[in-house]
């Protein structure tokens, strides 16, 4: 874990030490999990990040113990290290929800200790856009919250990393991924990192005027964990696809393409990024693109090793 390294590990160590993909959610389909994870050692990966938000293994914030032991043997399976993806609606902005959303996400962590996962990604907080003083009582809330998960995932040594997200309209509050980065500063507990997450950045950026590389190069200092996949940068502007090719032919959207498919600038980010050691790679980049998933992998390889070749010549 990052907390236990010593002075000379955080100069030696690799920052980006695994690289794969991440496992479709399917419904609750045990089955599908298993050949996910099967093709994704068949691409030569060596890193699976469990998308869990769709398997039906918790319910009512209490794990389902019986289908926690198929997943656990399912991935004992397979050589691979294992991360997990928690649900996607989970908010520790939402006033109404929230003892309800802290018990799904204990769960998740629960789930993530069980497969051996040392991470766990939860989405930032999203809210209705509100006067300042409101919006300070959200951060407020999410901060408190994210101090309570990351102490219980602490007990089962299991990391919190929290995702930058976007929104879709001016009338919804979510942190900037430099705020983001700003909120598990200011905690600073040795269990709660950062997701980059680099289409949504991208989006965000674009949506706000902001400055993309900027944004993520914030996020860098407590990065353990990184989402990869490409987009052109486009807000939503249209409210319905009657097919996702449909958004891919427009380029509108988080699209979850192949690298190289959108207009990232990936080198660029690369060349200017830095993360914590340990850190894995996730490309999200799911089975309908598996003809395209092997070549994207061999360019995820070379921007992990071009990072990690940047750092050790610095610390040369």
């Known amino acids: 874990m990052t907390q236990d390294l010593s002075s000379q590990d955080l100069i030696s160590q690799d920052r ?4 794969g993909f991440t496992t479709t959610a399917d419904a609750g389909d045990m089955n599908h999990i298993e050949a996910s994870l099967a093709r994704i050692v068949e691409l030569g990966a060596d890193v699976a990040e469990l998308s869990l938000c769709g398997d039906d293994l918790i319910a009512g914030g209490r794990v389902i113990e019986s289908r926690a032991r ?5 991935c004992a399976k397979f050589p691979l290290r294992y991360t997990v993806h928690g649900l996607i609606v989970s908010n520790f902005m939402d006033a109404e929800n929230l003892e309800f959303q802290k018990a799904a996400a204990c769960a998740m962590v629960e789930l993530s200790h069980r497969v051996g996962s040392d991470i766990l990604v939860h989405h930032s907080g999203h809210a209705p856009m509100a006067p300042a003083r409101v919006i300070a009582g959200y951060d407020r809330m999410q901060a408190d919250a994210l101090k309570e998960l990351a102490d219980f995932a602490g007990k089962h040594d299991v990391r919190v990393a929290l995702e930058n997200i976007f ?9 900037q991924p430099s705020e983001v980065a700003a909120t598990v500063q200011a905690i600073n507990h040795p269990y709660l990192v950062t997701t980059i997450d680099f289409g ?18 914030a996020m860098s200092p407590v990065a353990g964990h990184l989402h990869v996949h490409d987009n052109f940068g486009r807000p ?12 891919i032919a427009l380029g509108i959207g988080d699209l979850h393409l192949p690298l ?20 894995a790679l996730i490309m999200e980049i799911g089975e309908r693109f598996d003809a395209e998933r092997a070549e994207s992998i061999e360019k995820a390889r070379a921007l992990a090793a071009r990072l990690n070749a940047r750092h050790a010549a610095r610390a040369a």
Not at 70 to 74: F, Q
Not at 236 to 247: D, G, I, P, V
């Open 236 to 247: 939503y502007t249209l409210s319905k696809f009657y097919h996702q090719s449909e958004a």
């Open 16 to 19: 980006i030490t695994h690289v």
């Open 167 to 175: 929104a879709v309209d001016d009338e919804m509050y979510r942190q």
């Open 70 to 74: 198929r997943l656990a043997d399912i």
């Open 260 to 279: 190289g498919w959108g207009d990232l600038p990936w080198e660029t980010v690369f060349d200017t990024l830095d993360v914590l050691p340990g850190t």
């Open 200 to 217: 949504h950045a991208y989006i965000e950026a674009t949506r706000t005027g902001g400055d993309f590389l900027a944004e993520v190069a």
